[in-house]
Every structure is written in C-alpha cells, then in structure tokens.
C-alpha cells in the first residue's frame, strides 16, 4: 500500500496534482482547497489512501492525519464511495466533520455534492463515537457551549454559507463566536453578528 508520497509538483488540474517522486509520475486526487495550496515546482508530502479496484488503482492524497483519518472512515460506511468523501472534506474540515456527527446534523452532510438524505443518515449513525472530539467541543465542566442548541450553530453556518463563506471556514468560527458570546442563551442574530465580527468583511469567503 503506498501511505505517502514525497516529491515535486509537476502540474495539477481542479482536483489533483501530478507528483514526480524520483523520476516516477503520480497523479494524486484531492480537494480543491489543497490543490489551490500547490505550486508548481514545490516539494511537497501527501498522506495517500490507495483505492484498488478491477480497472483502476486511485490514490487520494490528504495533507494531515485527521484529514486522512476522516476519509476512510467515510469510505467505511455503506454508500459513500471515495470521490464522496473527498467532497466531504472539500465543504468541511475533520473537526467540523466531528461536530456534525456528535450534533446529528445530517443537513451538513446532504449538502454535499453526491451525499443524499439515506447516507447523510447512515454517515452520522455509523461514524458516532469514532471520529476524535471536535475541538470546540464542550467538556462537562464548560458551559459555554452547553446550552447553545445544535439548530443555532445550523442556521448560522447555513446563513454565513449564503454570504458567500466556505462551510469548512465558517463552521469552526461560528463555535469561537458562541464561546467568545459566554452566553447559554445566544441566539442566531447574535451569533451571527459575532461570527462576521470574527471573519472580518473578506476573511474565509469563497
């Protein structure tokens, strides 16, 4: 199994990279995001996950562990196929992927390309209690959070995506402007006001 590539960038496309290692050409998929990061030229190392089948062997390439992490545990559930997951990670990080899982909120996942109702579904029952804790997640001594509902985090995310914000970029801000807030009863127009002041007027937009 090839677990890693190390090598220099010769071009890319929207969704992958073609990576010389030692003279030997790979082309890798990815998001778009990571691709946007690539230069031509450039040294670079990719975690990779490679998917066989009868005709056709695919590497995805990831740039962290969570990332890769993320992926296969994607692939794992019944439905969700590679170029899946892959879109997953394009709308939304591993944390956020988390915290989407530990709030039931099957919405975040239907909004992907390629994600319907039954496997947003089954990707949230099947991935619970397996992925690490979201990192804004709040811990039993820690009511800054507690007391927020799921449903405002969805709506704000849902209302920053519409002004133009990545969902990988807004959803981890929305969490710092409910904790910055201190407040168990903040509601979405004041966690939305919080959110943009934290973004900033371009800050994250597509």
Not at 89 to 97: E, I, K, Y
Not at 110 to 115: A, D, H, Y
Not at 131 to 143: F, K
Not at 152 to 171: F, I, P, Q, S
Request: proline letters at 5%; hydrophobic letters at 45%.
């Amino acid at each position: 199994m090839i677990a890693s590539l190390r090598g220099t960038v010769v071009s890319t496309t929207a969704s992958s990279v073609l990576l010389d290692v030692s003279g030997v050409g790979y082309r890798v998929l990815l998001t778009p995001n990571h691709v946007l990061e690539l230069r031509r030229g450039a040294e670079v190392t990719l975690l990779t996950h490679l998917v066989v089948r009868e005709d056709q062997w695919t590497l995805y390439g990831f740039r962290t562990d969570d990332e890769l992490e993320v992926f296969e545990r994607l692939i794992s559930v019944s439905g969700v196929g590679p170029k899946s997951a892959l879109g997953v990670l394009s709308q939304l990080t591993p944390d956020a992927v988390a915290r989407a899982v530990v709030d039931e909120d099957v919405a975040a996942f239907k909004r992907v390309s390629g994600i319907g109702p039954k496997s947003a579904g089954l990707i949230v029952v099947s991935l619970a209690g397996k992925l690490r804790p979201p990192a804004h997640a709040a811990t039993d001594g820690d009511s800054s959070t507690s007391g927020v509902p799921p449903a405002v985090r969805t709506d704000v995310v849902e209302a920053l995506v519409g002004l133009g914000y990545a969902e990988r970029v807004a959803a981890p801000v929305v969490e710092d402007a409910i904790a910055a807030l201190d407040d168990d009863g903040a509601d979405v127009a004041a966690v939305l006001r919080a959110s943009l002041r934290l973004l900033g007027p371009a800050k994250g937009a597509r």
